[in-house]
């Protein structure tokens, strides 16, 4: 953020606001972290936020502090509703374009209020009043941390928002172990241990307390794996009947793309997951190295992300997706493998 920005929001918060925080449709940990640190942070700060989800989030992430009062805009629809409409303030957080957040897409675009955009994907909408975009941050909390930090007021970083933040950056650096990991993301993870952020604890509650049913998915979809080492690719499909055999809950999925990513020579993984309510394959990338997935995802998958994780749609049967992505994927060939 320029100085122009801090001022901008330092007015803008000295008066109280009716706020409303909203993360992207099937919110991750970065989502869900960056939004209840942020609506800890602005209670402290006098203003009454409230975090509306444009649907549910994973079970895994329902024990951070505060969760338990984040509306889902699906099942909690009037109240939302209300609040949006009384809303002078909305922070839009991990994603930086409408189309992301579903059935809340038509409400924001004929909302007219003050918008905060914070955000580090790439090719950032220019909807908002006050844009903090940073692609080379590791994380929306990161840049929740820095937020806090531009209006001189880390001291008020308690245990809880500690934990929020602490609990994004983690998540969306797959443990520290991405590129975007710098050493201030290091410093700044140290400081929030320092604040009361237990990472042993985290790091628990979020990767090590798993029912059978996702241990089997993952078993299902490992043994669906394909490898092309001529493409140095690996891709996963998982089917809706496969998904509902398994008692499929969301977020179950969550890292399986990643261990493509784990097999010697392959620098390119993907999953195909079939969602028959939506009528669509979701879509996750991931690379290593200088293949951006985002550009892949964006100009193939109606999608995007960053270079070495992004996601895209199909919205044509698994065979003719899969079907498509080798036909492209023969284009890629002196790229993935030089």
């Given at each position: 953020m320029n100085l122009e920005d801090i001022k901008t929001v330092k007015s803008i918060l000295s008066q109280p606001q009716n706020i409303v925080i909203i993360p992207h449709k099937n919110p991750d940990g970065d989502a869900i972290g960056s939004c209840l640190a942020l609506q800890a942070f602005l209670t402290k700060m006098g203003q009454k936020p409230t975090v509306i989800s444009p649907n549910d989030f994973p079970k895994f992430l329902k024990w951070m502090?505060?969760?338990?009062?984040?509306?889902?805009?699906?099942?909690?629809?009037?109240?939302?509703?209300?609040?949006?409409?009384?809303?002078t303030l909305i922070f839009t957080l991990d994603f930086n374009d409408l189309s992301r957040i579903g059935q809340l897409e038509p409400i924001l675009k004929e909302k007219e209020c003050t918008f905060i955009m914070i955000d580090?994907?790439?090719?950032?909408?220019?909807?908002?009043?006050v844009t903090y975009s940073d692609v080379s941050m590791s994380s929306t909390c990161e840049m929740v941390y820095n937020f806090i930090d531009f209006l001189e007021e880390l001291d008020k970083i308690d245990e809880a928002i500690?934990?929020?933040i602490y609990t994004g950056i983690m998540t969306d650096t797959g443990s520290f172990k991405y590129r975007s990991t710098s050493s201030r993301t290091h410093r700044v993870v140290a400081d929030l241990i320092d604040r009361g952020a237990n990472n042993m604890e985290i790091h628990?509650?979020?990767y090590d307390t798993v029912s059978s049913s996702r241990l089997h998915l993952l078993g299902v979809a490992l043994s669906n794996m394909i490898i092309l080492p001529e493409y140095r690719t690996a891709y996963i499909t998982l089917s809706q009947e496969e998904l509902d055999l398994h008692e499929f809950k969301k977020g179950d999925t969550e890292g399986f793309v990643n261990y493509g990513l784990t097999l010697e020579g392959i620098i390119f993984a993907v999953i195909f997951i079939e969602n028959k309510?939506?009528?669509?394959?979701?879509?996750?990338?991931?690379?290593?190295?200088?293949?951006s997935v985002n550009e892949f995802a964006r100009k193939h998958f109606n999608g995007g992300g960053h270079d070495n994780a992004a996601g895209g749609r199909s919205e044509v049967t698994m065979e003719e997706t899969i079907q498509n992505f080798n036909i492209i994927l023969k284009t890629y060939k002196s790229q993935l493998n030089p």
């Open positions: 502090p505060g969760n338990d009062a984040i509306l889902n805009f699906e099942k909690e629809n009037f109240q939302s509703h209300k609040l949006l409409k009384e809303a580090h994907h790439q090719q950032p909408s220019e909807y908002a009043t500690a934990t929020n628990q509650q979020v309510e939506e009528g669509i394959i979701k879509i996750s990338f991931r690379s290593i190295g200088d293949f």
